[in-house]
């Protein structure tokens, strides 16, 4: 786990000068018929060919079982942009000539030459020049199969002597199952690509309001003073959904919203809002601190699990007045499943800076609104003149909308103006919508970070294990209920999820 920090930011250094330019490419995607390429990469890629962000020189092929050509498979992606705000017929016409497909069964190499071919037919056609981002829209079971088929196809960039010249590979959540089986899937990746060509995705570290968090806290000289234990009183992280599972019971009961969410989203929020500042904003540096955060976690102590463990599952509700079934009558969920779909985690970080200050993470699927925030609550004040007025004085409260509003929010208190002395808290916001510019989407973000080489918003490998580290105990001896099958709450869905009972917490699962 050692993390070569030093050596990674020389060599990161050298191919982001390369990656700096405006280079070719050729983006492969392995499940290029799935429903990730059709809802989320290509209306993304679409987007930025109309902002003029990708290359000049660049092709999509997508890969995968169904029998498109490449002109079927430009039909089938259409609607899915034209769907989208902003869609120009002439736009669409010159995208669509970058998109090709070759059909292929992950399971049989003998497609790899196939590909190679096509790819090499491409190269000539749009001048991609060998470069390569190969994207896993995949489930990770078919990632080993893959992988051999890159290498038995010699489908890396092969141009020796060129120091411009790149292979990536792109992979999403999940990354393993716990410890042992993250490591499992680094040893299949690197079989074939080093720790610099692998880009783990998490998607929430590219939205906005996420992205604002380091300047946030680090371009501001007013808040990194009173950024710790001395001033803030608890911070909660919370990502609440009104989706439920949708078609996806096979992956979610192996999953629960433990492995869903917090191996990811919630770790990864809960590093950018605690940790320390890098030295400078380099991806190196970064993943450095985001390591000594995840290495600072207090162990989690099964013993005391009622405490700082709340899980639960929705049962039958209403969604935006709508009936909608139980977890357990969703299709394809057993009718005994134990599976958590809600978690609220109390963790401490122990080091100066945070001691005893709790971190409460709360995530739930058909809860009663979506919702993704991190408020900061500060302490009270330390004696207050206003105690025959108010009491107590609100304490002031600084919260991150991440979504579905993308705004940050100072609350304080003021004289509500008048004859008599009282007082009312306000807020002081800055709302990202409100500004002309365009907001760009997490999956343009992460896939124009692929092309130019930027590592900064991906995990790196040693933060995935750290992480794994952490939390594979809450997985085995509370989450998915072997131990304590007793503890799992049911709740209505469209309702505010469990409510902790004997927690030192004071706010509600809906609102913090
Ligand atoms: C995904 C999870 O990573 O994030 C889903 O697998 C979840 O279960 C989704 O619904 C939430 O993403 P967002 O961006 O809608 O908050």
């Not at 280079?23 to 799935?34: K, N």
């Not at 393993?176 to 783990?200: C, P, S």
């Not at 935006?320 to 057993?334: D, H, K, L, M, S």
């Not at 917490?505 to 609102?511: V, Y």
Request: proline content about 5%.
């Amino acid at each position: 786990m050692n993390n070569g920090s030093l050596t990674q930011t020389i060599s990161l250094d050298a191919a982001s000068a390369c990656a700096r330019a405006e280079l070719p490419c050729a983006l492969v995607v392995f499940g290029g018929s799935g429903d990730l390429t059709a809802r989320k990469l290509v209306p993304a890629l679409f987007r930025l060919h109309q902002g003029n962000l990708l290359p000049s020189r660049f092709a999509l092929v997508g890969c995968g079982r169904t029998a498109f050509t490449d002109d079927s498979y430009r039909a089938h992606l259409r609607p899915f942009c034209a769907a989208a705000e902003g869609f120009d017929v002439g736009d669409w016409t010159v995208f669509a000539k970058t998109i090709h497909y070759q059909p292929l069964d992950y399971d049989d190499v003998s497609g790899a030459p196939d590909l190679h071919a096509k790819l090499a037919r491409i190269d000539t056609a749009h001048g991609t020049a060998g470069n390569r981002l190969f994207y896993m829209a995949v489930p990770p079971v078919l990632y080993e199969s893959i992988i051999a088929l890159i290498r038995h196809g010699r489908l890396k960039a092969d141009c020796p002597g060129n120091a411009c010249c790149w292979s990536r590979i792109v992979v999403e959540k999940p990354f393993g199952r716990d410890l042992a089986t993250a490591v499992q899937l680094d040893i299949t990746l690197k079989q074939t690509f080093t720790e610099e060509q692998i880009y783990r995705i998490d998607h929430y570290l590219a939205k906005e309001t996420t992205q604002n968090i380091l300047v946030f806290r680090f371009a501001n000289a007013l808040f990194e003073p009173v950024w710790n234990r001395q001033y803030i009183s608890r911070v909660d992280i919370t990502a609440a959904e009104q989706m439920g599972i949708e078609n996806r019971a096979g992956y979610y009961e192996q999953s629960g919203v433990v492995r869903d969410m917090f191996q990811n989203h919630m770790m990864q929020l809960l590093a950018l809002i605690a940790m320390e500042a890098p030295a400078h904003f380099t991806p190196a540096m970064v993943s450095d601190e985001k390591a000594k955060l995840f290495q600072s976690l207090r162990p989690f102590d099964s013993r005391t699990f009622a405490q700082n463990l709340l899980i639960g599952q929705y049962s039958r509700g209403h969604i935006n007045n709508e009936p909608v079934c139980g977890y357990r009558e969703e299709q394809g969920v057993a009718p005994n499943s134990i599976t958590p779909t809600f978690a609220m985690l109390k963790l401490f970080v122990d080091n100066w800076r945070w001691q005893s200050v709790p971190f409460y993470l709360v995530s739930g699927k058909r809860l009663n609104r979506k919702e993704t925030s991190i408020v900061v609550h500060f302490r009270d004040v330390p004696h207050s003149i206003f105690r025959d007025i108010i009491h107590p004085v609100p304490a002031n409260r600084l919260t991150f909308s991440i979504q579905p509003t993308e705004s940050i929010t100072l609350s304080f208190q003021a004289k509500t103006p008048g004859t008599r002395m009282s007082l009312r808290s306000m807020n002081m916001s800055f709302s990202y919508g409100a500004g002309n510019e365009r907001t760009v989407d997490a999956y343009e973000k992460v896939l124009i970070d692929c092309l130019n080489g930027d590592k900064t918003l991906f995990l790196r490998e040693d933060s995935e294990y750290l992480s794994w580290q952490f939390l594979t105990p809450v997985i085995e001896d509370c989450a998915q209920c072997l131990k304590h099958r007793e503890m799992l709450q049911f709740y209505p869905a469209g309702s505010s999820g469990p409510q902790p009972i004997g927690w030192a917490w004071t706010g509600r699962t809906d609102r913090a």
